[in-house]
């Protein structure tokens, strides 16, 4: 198991992305969060195994129907052991 934290830009504000990536997310069985933040960025923390985090990494490249991914950063971070996988609306 490990913990990524990931940013990703373009268009990835209002057109779904956090809400897809929580479905695919849970498919995978993947734990974490999903945030806007106030650059326009989405801010994802995942954690789950190598297998499911690589295949959630090709989401983020990818994006929802209507998002344009711009560019995605990716950094090992500390385990935090999320329960499940939320979108944070603040």
Known sequence: MKHL????SGRVQG???RATSKAVADQLGIKGTARNRPDGTVAIEAEGDDFSLELFLEFCHKGSDRSAV?????KEGEM?????F???RK
């Open 5 to 8: 934290d990931i940013i990703i």
């Open 15 to 17: 057109v779904f992305f």
């Open 70 to 74: 711009e560019n995605v950063e990716v």
């Open 80 to 84: 935090k052991n999320y329960r499940n």
């Open 86 to 88: 939320e979108v944070v």
